[in-house]
Nanobody, 120 residues
Framework: QVQLVESGGGLVQGGGSLRLSCAAS????????MRWYRQAPGKERELVAA???????HYTDSVKGRFTISRDYAKDTVYLQMNSLKPEDTAVYYC??????????????WGQGTQVTVSS
């Protein structure tokens, strides 16, 4: 089995910064892609950023220039550095990982989410 554990959420004033972390552990052979999603109250879950080995990171337009996704391959951990935060960034942030386990089975796993609240 595989677990994804997010951390780093919290309450921050507008213009501030937060750094989210998502650590994967368990039956992991190779992680292909790691992504950050967010879901605000009453809204659908949306893709925020994604990182795949050998390709440029992907960002949704609303966070370009403010958020940076990075990955520590040795630790199977993905980070989301969020700067110049706005109240509209308030949401529960989820990470997911598309990976192969040691049986070479590809699956998508999700973390439990971490709350980010940005005050105006």
């Amino acid at each position: 089995q595989v677990q994804l554990v997010e951390s780093g959420g919290g309450l921050v004033q507008g213009g501030g910064s937060l750094r989210l972390s998502c650590a994967a552990s368990g039956n992991i052979f190779s992680i292909i892609t790691m992504r950050w999603y967010r879901q605000a109250p009453g809204k659908e879950r949306e893709l925020v950023a994604a990182i795949t080995s050998g390709t440029d990171p992907h960002y949704t337009d609303s966070v370009k220039g403010r958020f940076t996704i990075s990955r520590d391959y040795a630790k199977d951990t993905v980070y989301l550095q969020m700067n110049s935060l706005k109240p509209e960034d308030t949401a529960v942030y989820y990470c997911n990982a598309y990976l192969s386990d040691y049986d070479r089975i590809l699956r998508l796993y999700w973390g439990q989410g971490t709350q980010v609240t940005v005050s105006s």
